[in-house]
């Protein structure tokens, strides 16, 4: 059963943009580019993007090849990840000029063929 327009949907914040309305197009590439950074806990926030990409596969083209890549960054001063000490060079700069928003913020990557 749908919850009512308005309510969130359960383990999501209230007051995320998508509460009350499906957003798409430009709004939701927007979104999906900034970092809400009210009620970030340090060492415990953590912010992940991943994008999958299908190709044809030239041996058998009932199937495809897949590549996907990992983005994330960390609200923390230092953290291990697979053996590999990762230490943030500075805080996480947002900045926000009218309808524009600026991000600037270290991270890690990688990526799967």
């Known amino acids: 059963m749908?919850?009512?327009q308005g309510q969130p949907e359960e383990g999501r914040p209230r007051g995320h943009p998508t509460?009350?309305?499906e957003v798409m197009g430009p709004e939701a590439e927007a979104l999906m580019w900034d970092l809400d950074l009210e009620?970030?806990?340090?060492?415990?926030?953590?912010?992940?993007?991943?994008w999958l990409f299908f190709f044809p596969d030239p041996d058998d083209p009932r199937r495809t090849?897949?590549?996907?890549?990992?983005?994330s960054t960390k609200y923390t001063d230092q953290i291990k990840v697979d053996y590999f000490n990762?230490?943030?060079?500075?805080?996480?700069?947002?900045?926000v000029q009218g309808d524009d928003i600026d991000l600037g913020?270290?991270?890690?990557?990688?990526?799967?063929?």
Not at 86 to 95: H, M, N, Q, S, V
Not at 105 to 113: E, I, K, L, S, V
């Open 19 to 21: 509460d009350a309305k």
């Open 65 to 71: 090849r897949q590549l996907m890549i990992l983005w």
């Open 39 to 50: 009620g970030v806990h340090k060492g415990l926030t953590w912010w992940w993007w991943w």
């Open 105 to 113: 913020f270290n991270g890690m990557t990688a990526a799967w063929w």
């Open 86 to 95: 990762w230490t943030p060079k500075g805080e996480i700069d947002r900045r």
């Open 2 to 4: 749908a919850e009512p």
